[in-house]
T-cell receptor, first 113, second 116 residues
Framework: GAGVSQTPSNKVTEKGKYVELRCDPISGHTALYWYRQSLGQGPEFLIY????????DSGLPNDRFFAVRPEGSVSTLKIQRTERGDSAVYLC???????????FGQGTRLTVV | AQKVTQAQTEISVVEKEDVTLDCVYE???????LFWYKQPPSGELVFLIRRNSFDEQNEISGRYSWNFQKSTSSFNFTITASQVVDSAVYFCALSEAEAAGNKLTFGGGTRVLVKP
């Protein structure tokens, strides 16, 4: 596709459940980023991949959050034992190399009830 | 640690008025990049501009212009002759050259409402 694709666009889950959010970056982009945006706030960095490896995961809030990018393309953000405070829009972005502008997807709105 | 502050939470203007969005940043790096993104109601962040810390020239792109002043750590954004389609949330962001990749620190955003 032409842009960054994120699925699902909306996800409602019950507290304590496990969720997976998917990001399909722009073809050929080696750098991939996950951000979390709470209502009324700016996005906050979670994790950065360069190829298959997580180059910086300093933004992951705790060990319930984990992300993978096994083949250096699609990435999955995994959240275990979801809590109501995890409710937010999760944004994915990709860039061709690490220091160029990042292009964002439309996000996945996660609601934990 | 880096920080980006957008003091204006919401600005309301009438179409054709100019609107200026303020952005103040903090960083210890001497080499860094500054960005502006637009977030329309659809939610996708749209890239507007990237400026490196060594380039203090102001930039104009159509109705958009940016004023970078290193002395005051500010990177302000002006929309000239605003249009209803400019209604969105605008984010200023910073990335440090010493950080891995293009990790962005965002401000809290400024919501711009342009009324017809």
């Amino acid at each position: 596709g032409a842009g960054v694709s994120q699925t699902p666009s909306n996800k409602v889950t019950e507290k304590g459940k496990y969720v997976e959010l998917r990001c399909d970056p722009i073809s050929g982009h080696t750098a991939l980023y996950w951000y979390r945006q709470s209502l009324g706030q700016g996005p906050e960095f979670l994790i950065y991949f360069q190829g298959t490896g997580a180059a910086d995961d300093s933004g992951l809030p705790n060990d319930r959050f984990f992300a993978v990018r096994p083949e250096g393309s699609v990435s999955t953000l995994k959240i275990q034992r979801t809590e109501r405070g995890d409710s937010a829009v999760y944004l994915c972005a990709s860039s061709s190399i690490a220091d160029t502008e990042a292009f964002f997807g439309q996000g996945t709105r996660l609601t934990v009830v | 640690a880096q920080k980006v502050t957008q003091a204006q939470t919401e600005i309301s203007v009438v179409e054709k008025e100019d609107v200026t969005l303020d952005c103040v940043y903090e960083t210890r790096d001497t080499t860094y990049y500054l960005f502006w993104y637009k977030q329309p109601p659809s939610g996708e962040l749209v890239f507007l501009i990237r400026r490196n810390s060594f380039d203090e020239q102001n930039e104009i792109s159509g109705r958009y212009s940016w004023n970078f002043q290193k002395s005051t750590s500010s990177f302000n954004f002006t929309i000239t002759a605003s249009q209803v389609v400019d209604s969105a949330v605008y984010f200023c962001a910073l990335s440090e050259a010493e950080a891995a990749g293009n990790k962005l620190t965002f401000g809290g955003g400024t919501r711009v409402l342009v009324k017809p």
